[in-house]
């Protein structure tokens, strides 16, 4: 591929995709908002408002993926978090209480997904935590 058709490894037509999703996502995000606020007759649960600000995140994130684009770590976990405090919302759960668990058990999980580092003298060590 031509160097004027590629920035920084990607392709100008994935950027520009890129783009237009994210143009997309902001507006679907401004219209919830926008009918969350309208009035007292029109209100919606805030659970209805963390649900689908969560799901044009989650799904922004996976047309990215299919897409071969890069997707976004911070709105992917941003958007979970909003979907299950919306769920969560809608069957009265406490959501601090959710998200503590939520947390803490991420924290007990994680090292099982971390891949081992390879030390010098060739001795496997667990990947660690500092630095990041």
Known sequence: MDT????GGHSIR??????RLESIGWGLFLIIVGVTF??????????????????IMLGLN???YFSGIKTS????????VALVAG???AFS???FGVLLILFGAGI????????????????????SHHGK
Do not use: D, Q, Y
């Open 73 to 80: 770590s911070f709105t992917i976990g941003l958007g979970s």
């Open 87 to 89: 769920i969560a919302s």
């Open 108 to 127: 007990i999980i994680r090292p099982f997904f971390e891949k081992e580092v390879v030390t010098g003298s060739g001795a496997a060590a667990p990947a």
């Open 4 to 7: 004027r058709e590629r920035i």
């Open 62 to 64: 996976a047309v990215r």
């Open 93 to 95: 759960v406490k959501i």
């Open 38 to 55: 309208l009035g007292p007759e029109v209100e919606a649960p805030v659970g209805v408002w963390l649900i689908g600000a969560g799901l």
């Open 14 to 19: 994935n950027t520009l995709w890129n783009e």
